[in-house]
């Protein structure tokens, strides 16, 4: 399979979409297969439709889809609800892996809801538990013997900055706590071997490089042999051993269907479902070698062309995801007006500009352009206008 | 306007449909707003759907469609997550209210998953909370001064039976309790009204009289007075009072707005809210006149033709949501046969019929239709077939 796969995706004509970190676009066939679900199964089957069109399995069906880009074994992967609530879920279960400790260790680059999502745990377990937030490049050492369990976000949303997922995931159990990797910025976009790593828990969202779409369901993945442990928090009827025969306590599916917990978003898993079809011949090591291409010639490109831009990405590639962030005092309105011209990226306050590449639909000649268009915006301080300066903007 | 509406449903010939108390059927005009949502906002749009297409303001304006429906203020309802999820973030907001006493109030005619959030919540405030379930006519009575919050669910899934909204949640009230209403089984169904009730929290799903599709998101009330001092203990980021600002510490927004986790599932809510444009000029007293004339009708006409059925249900109507049930020894194999003749209902183990009387798509002779397949059915013993009397059926 040669990349890219432009052919398998639905962009606007003359857009160069560098967002895909943030929400990936519509892969062709998705429209179909939601109308499909919506007028032949939902219209003409009703409630028959939990049975003759299988609703009722999509959310570990669509698992073993995602199981195979992020190096899970099957059934160790159910998909539902948003990536806060996954993140609260799997830091549940494992705090409760770790009763004799006490702290949450994570990163200043965790994407916030992750952090928020612990406070709102911490605020109910009681104040004897701590969130501890230490720098990125300080993790390692702070792998104290009181972290009950390291909860990081691999790729940082910011800088694209990626964490060592083995070194950290071993570092971590080296000192008796339980790993927790947010995949947010990483499935699909970089490959990852959750097995391999052996960390007990991760979570991500569906929406980025798996292009889901808005708002798609997100994933939690618990380590095999743990799963029939993992006490859930948000114990919801379907992730109950019975569902249907309604009894008053709660107990935990055996397998991965206990981390389900309400009725499954039927249309979002059919729409996300459809979207992965797009993987099944890619490779995530023919991803990478693209994505790290693609970068490298961008950032070569813009330090050459608009030296008014810093690098704020790990220059090493090693060290960095699927996205190139550049810096500029007015990179909002640098934004907006790239976006303008039709090459669309995104902003983080206060000074950040993002850029994704994922080469399922980029290829060099995008990254040429986008380059040109940008240094033409900064060349001619085309941003420098009212309407590009206003921030009402919220992603 | 005469009910029933059904030309804005997309009902299958022949079919008569009394399940929308699982799940509504397909309102007319939602596979051509979903498509649109897809190729038009996120196809075109991409990752600007979020500002030009207003996905981010969804959660609350689709609540303040469900805000007339159920009887509450404006900007008082947030959309998102399951049912399961709301259960959880209102009950945890409203133990919080309560810190000095321990009592969860609920009954046994309340669906399983909200007992069972509960109890994974009580798992993590710890063993001296206590989830007490007494039976549904002695929950005035179980109004000791200990109990904390009183979480019921006013239609019962299994029977119909309904709670006097306003009698229970004075009785809470004076007791010095919380009220928590689950509306499953209430909203569109039966005539609401949150602000005269005057209870704390109500939690409700879309997918049932609301006709929101399968899995369609869940909505969260919170009586207007309280909003800002209600604690999110989901406390994602689309709940902060400045989200894009990426701060390191969760603060509330202010509004019903901290009552959102995470991303809003865009095309579950476009889905929801052309579903809910159905209602624009109904009166819910309308529908509580047809439903209580079509339910009583049913009863009349099963208990004269199908003398082998006994009632579940309360018989008086002001004492019955928009259901009536029916048990018969093998109630699983006579559904599926009535489901077989294209009369759809549903099943509750160990022998309940479940019979839902939607008006806005159900008339008078659909009823006498459904009675006269139903009395074939058992006077012909068509049910005591092997096809009939395998238990694989999921809902």
């Not at 380590?223 to 709660?250: C, K, Q």
């Not at 990179?331 to 590449?357: C, E, H, N, S, W």
């Not at 995008?366 to 001619?380: E, P």
Request: net charge negative; hydrophobic share 45%.
């Amino acid at each position: 399979m040669t990349l890219p796969l432009k052919d398998r995706f639905a962009l606007p004509e003359g857009v160069i979409y560098l967002d895909g970190n943030s929400l990936g676009p519509l892969p062709r066939g998705v429209d179909d297969r939601v109308s499909r679900m919506i007028t032949d199964e939902w219209g003409a089957h009703l409630i028959k439709g939990w049975n003759v069109d299988d609703w009722m399995a999509q959310p570990i069906r669509v698992g073993n889809r995602i199981s195979r880009i992020v190096g899970a074994a099957d059934d160790s992967i159910a998909l539902g609800d948003t990536l806060s609530i996954k993140v609260y879920q799997a830091l549940a279960a494992a705090l409760d892996m770790r009763p004799d400790r006490r702290v949450i260790l994570s990163d200043s680059g965790n994407f916030p809801s992750d952090l928020y999502m612990a406070e709102g745990l911490i605020g109910l377990l009681g104040d004897s538990y701590e969130l501890r937030i230490v720098a990125p490049d300080a993790v390692e050492d702070a792998m104290t013997p009181d972290v009950a369990v390291a909860m990081l976000t691999q790729v940082d949303y910011r800088t694209g900055r990626m964490h060592d997922m083995d070194a950290i995931t071993q570092a971590a159990h080296a000192a008796g706590a339980v790993m927790l990797w947010d995949l947010a910025h990483s499935a699909g976009a970089v490959p990852v071997d959750l097995a391999g790593a052996g960390c007990e828990f991760a979570v991500g969202c569906t929406y980025k490089y798996l292009n889901g779409g808005p708002g798609a369901p997100a994933f939690i993945y618990v380590r095999p042999d743990l799963i029939d442990v993992a006490r859930p928090a948000l114990s919801g009827w379907l992730g109950h051993d019975a569902p249907f025969a309604f009894e008053r306590s709660y107990r935990p599916a055996t397998g991965i269907e206990r981390m389900r917990v309400g009725t499954p978003p039927v249309m979002g898993l059919a729409a996300l479902e459809c979207a992965l079809e797009v993987w099944v011949d890619v490779e995530m090591n023919d991803i990478r070698a693209a994505s790290l291409h693609l970068s490298e010639t961008f950032i070569a490109e813009v330090e050459t062309r608009c030296p008014e831009l810093r690098l704020v990405s790990p220059r090493n590639g090693s060290e960095r995801g699927s996205q190139v962030s550049f810096a500029h005092e007015h990179g909002y309105a640098v934004m907006q007006a790239l976006i303008a011209r039709d090459v669309i990226g995104d902003f983080r306050a206060p000074d950040t500009m993002r850029f994704g590449f994922a080469p399922l639909y980029l290829d060099e000649d995008d990254v040429h352009r986008a380059v040109a268009i940008l240094a033409d915006v900064l060349g001619g301080r085309l941003w420098d206008r009212p309407v590009f300066r206003k921030t009402t903007r919220v992603t």
